[in-house]
């Protein structure tokens, strides 16, 4: 049995399909567990899927991964903008990180166009609501089954 692929949300993501519907979609983070997770099961891969508001659980939480995940899926929620720390937690692992966001995050306000995390990132997926973390489990699954053969 591979190691799970750990899959960490940020502040604020445990209010989805409670507001703002319009800009996040009417999903709650469980149903993009449930979907995350039936997802990769398809590609032979379990998730660990966890949410906090608190930046420094995040980053335990990435050091973890380091240790007990084959890889990383992270939506940093609103850290992506603004932290260094979880910039080099992900660093400081050897296990490829993909970010994703819900919304795209370029057709909104200029201070979500920049992401600290992207350059420890693989690749980065954003606009496709639930599809986006989905699309990240397919695409690190395709990529852990390339390198480990
Ligand atoms: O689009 C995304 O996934 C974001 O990472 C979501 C963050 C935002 O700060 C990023 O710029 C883009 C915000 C998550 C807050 O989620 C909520 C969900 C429902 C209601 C209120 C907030």
């Keep these: 049995m591979p190691k799970p692929i750990y899959v960490?949300?940020?502040?604020?993501?445990?209010?989805?399909?409670?507001?703002?519907?319009?800009?996040?979609?009417?999903a709650?983070?469980?149903?993009?567990?449930?979907?995350?997770q039936a997802r990769a099961r398809r590609y032979g891969f379990e998730i660990e899927f966890r949410q906090s508001n608190t930046e420094g659980?995040?980053?335990?939480?990435?050091?973890?991964?380091c240790a007990k995940?084959?890889?990383?899926?992270?939506n940093a929620g609103a850290y992506t903008h603004t932290s260094v720390a979880i910039?080099?937690?992900?660093l400081a692992t050897d296990i490829p990180c993909v970010e994703v966001h819900l919304s795209n995050i370029?057709?909104?306000?200029e201070f979500r166009h920049h992401s600290?995390?992207?350059a420890a990132c693989v690749g980065v997926i954003c606009g496709f609501g639930v599809k986006s973390y989905e699309l990240a489990v397919?695409?690190?699954?395709?990529r852990l089954d390339a390198v480990e053969g």
């Design 8 to 26: 960490l949300n940020g502040p604020n993501l445990n209010l989805l399909g409670q507001r703002e519907p319009d800009i996040y979609g009417q």
């Design 28 to 36: 709650t983070l469980d149903d993009v567990r449930e979907r995350t």
């Design 57 to 65: 659980e995040i980053v335990d939480w990435i050091q973890e991964a």
């Design 69 to 74: 995940a084959c890889a990383l899926v992270i």
């Design 87 to 90: 910039l080099d937690a992900i």
């Design 106 to 109: 370029f057709q909104r306000e």
């Design 116 to 118: 600290y995390i992207s």
């Design 138 to 142: 397919e695409a690190l699954a395709e």
